[in-house]
């Protein structure tokens, strides 16, 4: 597709905030986009579970007739470690859509709502050998920081990706915990979503 | 928090266990007698524990949907304690992706499948070998519900659970004698419960070992209790009996090639079952693996004679293993790839096994340990847990001690085994000997070592992604043992003072020790970062700058370590008495040690210092990918990368600007089109010159460690991969000398301005196109 096609078709779209009064209308479209690369359907719980506490975290794309084309989900939150660590969930482009910068566009809203609120970091999982994915949150400036084992359902391995919002994020440490935090920010055990997860990334579009 | 730790209610970050542990199942349940286990203080994620309590149904129905209409559609009802993980673990019930209870229309619960009914020979063939393919792909790391517990035979062995061993068969109850299983079905018994008490011994020894439950292996059994109790010679007994009534040929017709792969699958069964015996005695499995290897070929080569009898196998089986997990496809292992994978597991095993000859000396057991890691493809969990318990079998080596000796003290006053002999005066009042306070100090460091020591061994067991994210936790934990070395070092010097043979004594043995080896494992982990690709492209030139730093101190350590090992020897040779002889050869022979690590150390320096220069070039030159980065800066992407190190004292890691100044020497734009003073510098003959130095001495350096050999090294136990490894270190030198050679060359034809018309490819990690997978080398392509 040529660059002046792509603009045009990324003009038609609307990107707006999800809002929990319209969970009727928005929801099962979030649900059917993003199982649509699952190999395990979420249940409900989980999208509300990020929805109902961060609606305003996650975005979506919507085409002139109000249909959704991408979606991303979100959550920020104190982490153990002592950061308040934004977490990227899901993010989802409908197949027809992919290649013209939807994702790049609703992950770089939703950065920029995290860093609005103060996020000193941002994390996400993403399959090693999804090279749209990688490329995507890498031009945007995540680095891989862990390479996880057989992390999702599917046995395939993940990269963790970080991107530091503010100085001073990797010395910080949680306050008043005392030695048993020290020990914990030592674990170091997953953060994310977890083999429970199912494999997210293969929702990503390539740029 | 703290409650959370503590509680089951934890978060998702804290336990990636499944929610199958929840309904009560879980690993088999049988005690076995406790096994001999050193624990390592690393946090490691283990199974939970299933809780005990009986289940009570209550109604709530009512109460239930009365409350729910005061609740707004979409609005979460959830306390504190809710967390992700827990919504992740929810089902939604009748929905078929969810719910492994529903039924489609006209679908039945269970699958119609006789397992009394007669099968053929090859039928049988076909069978055992879909069992192993199953076990296999167990041992990659998938649950039992998706693999073996998906035969209809195992199920109906394990389930009802079968009071006595009599009652494991494909029945339970009275059947009448024309329905009694005939040879076939008994000869598939006989192997499924061998099969089954394989799986059992593979529980035992993995849960013996940190591993970690989901991500290395699942133990979970679902209740099915994997004939635990049996002892082993029951299985024999059952084979040995299934091979004579099958060699038979009175019994039954079988054709003669069919009769021999049935054979060979049992024999083969029982060596297995025999070599993954947990109380296989010590001194017998040198040759336990071979003799599973040797009878694998058979198998393989007489697998087609099988007919598939893929009803034998049911997706359904999972309804009554786990229902609170959604339905899950049966694994598919091809046997090809299933054979392939249990061929090297018993290559692993059996090198594992020699481990218990080798050199009793922790630096070889460091050799072998990090050459076994390192092995490809990398050795499964099994494998992996069958080298641990070897190694930390209860052992009377005083490890720390005789790693500080080689290192550090060499035919020392401190070690002297005569200040171990010495008593404390009778009086507590009066000071005790120096010597036998040098004993106590020594001993008391080497307690407070061993758990730090542990640790790294620890982690030298893990997959290879936690291996590295590991080593950052046990440099920590070195990084505080080098505080308590540098108070008990102070003890150290005063007495040696106070004795008057200061000169005899490297200073500050033991802070000099802890930190030679926090360095070296400093550069593991990023040597491990590049093998796991984890650094971007334009990320090497600082990656390679701290690698070259790190070990550049390292390298300085021991050279001032050298110089010890070689005053030591003077003064021994010049007392010319025969002790002192005896002496100067043994420190003239600890110096080989040194010399190798020194040789080794300048080398990785000078390599990395090399790659780091000509990739900063890169950067420049625009020959490298370099993303927008619309949201990052350089400091904070430094501020990540450096993380794992920015507590470290003394510390490793530059301050952002001394780093930039070096990783930009060339004024920004950095990004843009290349500074003028970037353009000047490029056609210097002397900043190509330094990088060619570089890789030159790196060059020699490398041919040193190899000259001096295998044993100096003290990888004497693995020598044939130490020698690829150095050698492949050294063709990264050659193949980096012909990149530098080919860049410089289009700078130099190139005109100034224009395009240098060359690309650089970067080799991609595990495809055989590195020459060593942490030592990234690209190479020049004409574009």
Same mark, same amino acid.
């Given at each position: 597709?040529?660059?002046?096609?792509?603009?045009?078709?990324?003009?038609?779209?609307?990107?707006?905030?999800?809002?929990?009064?319209?969970?009727?209308?928005?929801?099962?479209?979030? $649900?059917?986009?993003?199982?649509?690369?699952?190999?395990?359907?979420?249940? @409900?719980?989980?999208? $509300?579970?990020?929805?109902?506490?961060?609606?305003?975290? /996650?975005?979506?794309?919507?085409?002139?007739?109000?249909?959704? @084309?991408?979606?991303?989900?979100?959550?920020?939150?104190?982490?153990?470690?002592?950061?308040? $660590?934004?977490?990227?969930?899901?993010?989802?482009?409908?197949?027809?859509?992919?290649?013209?910068? @939807?994702?790049?566009?609703?992950? /770089?809203?939703? @950065?920029?709502?995290?860093?609005?609120?103060?996020?000193?970091?941002?994390?996400?999982?993403?399959?090693?050998?999804?090279?749209?994915?990688?490329?995507?949150?890498?031009?945007?400036?995540?680095?891989?920081?862990?390479?996880?084992?057989?992390?999702?359902?599917?046995?395939?391995?993940?990269?963790?990706?970080?991107?530091?919002?503010?100085?001073?994020?990797?010395?910080?440490?949680?306050?008043?915990?005392?030695?048993?935090?020290?020990?914990?920010?030592?674990?170091?055990?997953?953060?994310?979503?977890? $083999?429970?997860?199912?494999?997210?990334?293969?929702?990503?579009?390539?740029? | 928090?703290?409650?959370?730790?503590? %509680?089951?209610?934890?978060?998702?970050?804290?336990?990636?266990?499944?929610?199958?542990?929840?309904? =009560?199942?879980?690993?088999?349940?049988?005690?076995?007698?406790?096994?001999?286990?050193?624990?390592?203080?690393?946090?490691?994620?283990?199974?939970?524990?299933?809780?005990?309590?009986?289940?009570?149904?209550?109604?709530?129905?009512?109460?239930?949907?009365?409350?729910?209409?005061?609740?707004?559609?979409?609005?979460?009802?959830?306390?504190?304690?809710?967390?992700?993980?827990?919504?992740?673990?929810?089902?939604?019930?009748?929905?078929?992706?969810?719910?492994?209870?529903?039924?489609?229309?006209?679908?039945?619960?269970?699958?119609?499948?006789?397992?009394?009914?007669?099968?053929?020979?090859?039928?049988?063939?076909?069978?055992?070998?879909?069992?192993?393919?199953?076990?296999?792909?167990?041992?990659?790391? !998938?649950?039992?519900?998706?693999?073996?517990?998906?035969?209809?035979?195992?199920?109906?062995?394990?389930?009802?659970?079968?009071?006595?061993?009599?009652?494991?068969?494909?029945?339970?109850?009275?059947?009448?004698?024309?329905?009694?299983? *005939?040879?076939?079905?008994?000869?598939?018994?006989?192997?499924?419960?061998?099969?089954?008490?394989?799986?059992?011994?593979?529980?035992?020894?993995?849960?013996?070992?940190?591993?970690?439950?989901?991500?290395?292996?699942?133990?979970?059994?679902?209740?099915?209790?994997? #004939?635990?109790?049996?002892?082993?010679?029951?299985?024999?007994?059952?084979?040995?009996?299934?091979?004579?009534? #099958?060699?038979?040929?009175?019994?039954?017709?079988?054709?003669?090639?069919?009769?021999?792969?049935?054979?060979?699958?049992?024999?083969?069964?029982?060596?297995?079952?025999s070599a993954l015996d947990i109380d296989f005695p010590i001194d017998y499995i040198r040759h336990c693996w071979e003799q599973v290897s040797r009878k694998l070929p058979t198998i393989s080569t007489t697998h087609q004679l099988g007919k598939v009898v893929p009803e034998s196998f049911s997706f359904k089986i999972q309804r009554r293993l786990a229902s609170t997990v959604p339905p899950r496809p049966i694994v598919e292992l091809e046997f090809k790839d299933a054979f392939e994978k249990l061929q090297q597991l018993c290559i692993d095993c059996d090198e594992a096994t020699r481990f218990v000859d080798i050199e009793p000396d922790p630096l070889e057991y460091q050799s072998f340990l990090w050459a076994f890691a390192s092995r490809t493809p990398t050795p499964l969990p099994y494998s992996r847990a069958y080298l641990a318990s070897l190694l930390f079998q209860e052992s009377s080596l005083n490890i720390p001690l005789i790693d500080l000796r080689s290192l550090v003290l060499p035919c020392s006053p401190v070690l002297d085994p005569t200040n171990w002999a010495l008593s404390p005066p009778r009086n507590p009042m009066l000071p005790k000997p120096p010597r036998l306070q040098l004993a106590l100090f020594i001993d008391e460091f080497v307690e407070r070592a061993g758990q730090c020591y542990?640790?790294?061994?620890? +982690? #030298?067991?893990?997959?290879?992604?936690?291996?590295?994210?590991?080593?950052?936790?046990?440099?920590?934990?070195?990084?505080?043992?080098?505080?308590?070395?540098?108070?008990?070092?102070?003890?150290?010097?005063?007495?040696?003072?106070?004795?008057?043979?200061?000169?005899?004594?490297?200073?500050?043995?033991?802070?000099?020790?802890? !930190?030679?080896?926090?360095?070296?494992?400093?550069?593991?982990?990023?040597?491990?970062?590049?093998?796991?690709?984890?650094?971007?492209?334009?990320?090497?030139?600082?990656?390679?700058?701290?690698?070259?730093?790190?070990?550049?101190?390292?390298?300085?350590?021991?050279?001032?370590?050298?110089?010890?090992?070689?005053?030591?020897?003077?003064?021994?040779?010049?007392?010319?008495?025969?002790?002192?002889?005896?002496?100067?050869?043994?420190?003239?022979?600890?110096?080989?040690?040194?010399?190798?690590?020194?040789?080794?150390?300048? *080398?990785?320096?000078?390599?990395?210092?090399?790659?780091?220069?000509?990739?900063?070039? #890169?950067?420049?030159?625009?020959?490298?990918?370099?993303?927008?980065?619309?949201?990052?800066?350089?400091?904070?992407?430094?501020?990540?990368?450096?993380?794992?190190?920015?507590?470290?004292?003394?510390?490793?890691?530059?301050?952002?600007?001394?780093?930039?100044?070096?990783?930009?020497?060339?004024?920004?734009?950095?990004?843009?089109?290349?500074?003028?003073?970037?353009?000047?510098?490029?056609?210097?003959?002397?900043?190509?010159?330094?990088?060619?130095?570089?890789?030159?001495?790196?060059?020699?350096?490398?041919?040193?460690?190899?000259?001096?050999?295998?044993? +100096?090294?003290?990888?004497?136990?693995?020598?044939?991969?130490?020698?690829?490894?150095?050698?492949?270190?050294?063709?990264?030198?050659? +193949?980096?000398?012909?990149?530098?050679?080919?860049?410089?060359?289009?700078?130099?034809?190139?005109?100034?301005?224009?395009?240098? %018309?060359?690309?650089?490819?970067?080799?991609?990690?595990?495809? =055989?196109?590195?020459?060593?997978?942490?030592?990234?080398?690209?190479?020049?392509?004409?574009?």
């Open positions: 597709m040529s660059e002046k096609t792509a603009e045009a078709s990324k003009d038609e779209l609307q990107y707006v905030q999800y809002q929990a009064e319209k969970e009727e209308q928005y929801l099962p479209a979030i $649900r059917q986009l993003i199982s649509k690369d699952l190999s395990e359907p979420y249940s @409900i719980y989980v999208y $509300r579970y990020f929805l109902y506490q961060w609606g305003d975290l /996650c975005y979506m794309a919507l085409d002139a007739e109000g249909n959704l @084309i991408g979606v991303v989900v979100c959550k920020l939150e104190p982490h153990r470690s002592g950061t308040y $660590r934004g977490y990227i969930a899901m993010l989802a482009v409908r197949e027809t859509h992919r290649g013209k910068g @939807i994702a790049t566009k609703l992950v /770089c809203m939703a @950065i920029d709502a995290m860093a609005e609120r103060n996020a000193d970091e941002i994390v996400l999982e993403t399959e090693v050998t999804n090279t749209a994915s990688l490329k995507l949150y890498e031009r945007l400036g995540f680095l891989r920081s862990k390479r996880l084992h057989r992390y999702y359902l599917n046995g395939n391995t993940a990269f963790r990706l970080v991107l530091y919002l503010k100085e001073g994020t990797a010395l910080k440490r949680p306050e008043g915990m005392g030695q048993l935090m020290d020990q914990m920010d030592q674990m170091d055990q997953y953060g994310g979503m977890g $083999r429970l997860c199912r494999s997210l990334s293969e929702g990503t579009e390539s740029l | 928090m703290a409650e959370d730790r503590l %509680g089951h209610a934890t978060t998702c970050e804290d336990h990636i266990t499944p929610i199958v542990n929840h309904d =009560g199942t879980g690993a088999s349940q049988e005690v076995r007698p406790a096994e001999k286990r050193l624990s390592a203080g690393l946090p490691l994620r283990q199974a939970m524990k299933p809780p005990l309590a009986e289940p009570k149904t209550y109604d709530i129905t009512e109460k239930f949907t009365k409350a729910c209409s005061a609740l707004e559609v979409g609005q979460l009802v959830k306390d504190e304690y809710f967390t992700l993980f827990e919504s992740i673990g929810a089902l939604e019930i009748m929905d078929p992706k969810m719910d492994s209870g529903f039924l489609q229309p006209g679908e039945t619960l269970e699958d119609a499948y006789d397992t009394l009914a007669p099968i053929l020979p090859e039928e049988l063939i076909s069978i055992l070998d879909q069992l192993l393919c199953h076990e296999i792909a167990w041992h990659t790391g !998938y649950p039992l519900s998706q693999t073996l517990f998906t035969s209809v035979y195992i199920d109906k062995l394990l389930w009802p659970e079968p009071k006595t061993f009599e009652q494991a068969q494909f029945y339970r109850g009275e059947i009448s004698d024309d329905r009694r299983p *005939g040879l076939l079905l008994e000869v598939l018994r006989a192997y499924c419960l061998a099969l089954v008490k394989c799986c059992d011994f593979t529980i035992a020894r993995i849960t013996s070992r940190d591993y970690f439950e989901e991500e290395d292996f699942c133990t979970h059994t679902y209740n099915r209790v994997l #004939l635990v109790q049996t002892p082993m010679d029951v299985f024999q007994r059952e084979l040995d009996a299934a091979i004579e009534r #099958l060699e038979d040929h009175s019994e039954m017709d079988i054709e003669a090639s069919l009769r021999g792969a049935l054979i060979a699958r049992l024999k083969f069964r029982k060596r297995f079952l542990l640790d790294l061994w620890t +982690a #030298l067991g893990q997959n290879r992604c936690r291996l590295r994210r590991m080593l950052t936790h046990v440099v920590t934990g070195w990084d505080q043992l080098q505080m308590d070395a540098g108070i008990v070092d102070e003890d150290i010097m005063r007495v040696v003072t106070e004795m008057g043979i200061r000169e005899q004594v490297l200073e500050y043995p033991l802070t000099t020790w802890v !930190y030679h080896k926090k360095l070296w494992m400093i550069e593991k982990v990023v040597l491990l970062g590049f093998e796991q690709d984890i650094y971007l492209h334009d990320e090497f030139a600082g990656m390679y700058l701290f690698l070259s730093s790190v070990t550049g101190r390292r390298r300085d350590l021991l050279t001032t370590i050298k110089a010890h090992f070689d005053d030591r020897k003077r003064m021994f040779l010049s007392q010319n008495t025969p002790e002192a002889l005896t002496n100067a050869q043994e420190t003239d022979d600890g110096t080989r040690y040194i010399s190798s690590l020194l040789h080794d150390a300048s *080398g990785i320096s000078a390599l990395s210092s090399a790659l780091s220069k000509f990739y900063t070039k #890169l950067n420049y030159l625009n020959l490298l990918p370099r993303p927008t980065r619309p949201f990052s800066t350089e400091d904070l992407r430094y501020e990540l990368r450096m993380k794992p190190f920015l507590t470290l004292t003394p510390p490793e890691v530059y301050p952002f600007a001394d780093f930039a100044a070096q990783v930009q020497p060339y004024a920004p734009p950095f990004f843009d089109s290349p500074p003028p003073s970037f353009s000047e510098a490029l056609r210097t003959p002397e900043s190509w010159l330094e990088i060619e130095d570089s890789v030159k001495r790196a060059k020699e350096e490398f041919s040193a460690v190899k000259k001096l050999g295998a044993k +100096a090294a003290k990888s004497d136990s693995v020598a044939i991969s130490w020698v690829k490894d150095v050698q492949g270190v050294l063709a990264s030198c050659v +193949a980096l000398g012909v990149a530098v050679a080919g860049v410089k060359a289009a700078v130099e034809e190139g005109e100034e301005g224009r395009e240098l %018309g060359i690309r650089f490819e970067i080799p991609g990690i595990g495809i =055989g196109k590195r020459y060593a997978e942490g030592w990234v080398v690209g190479k020049v392509v004409k574009s």
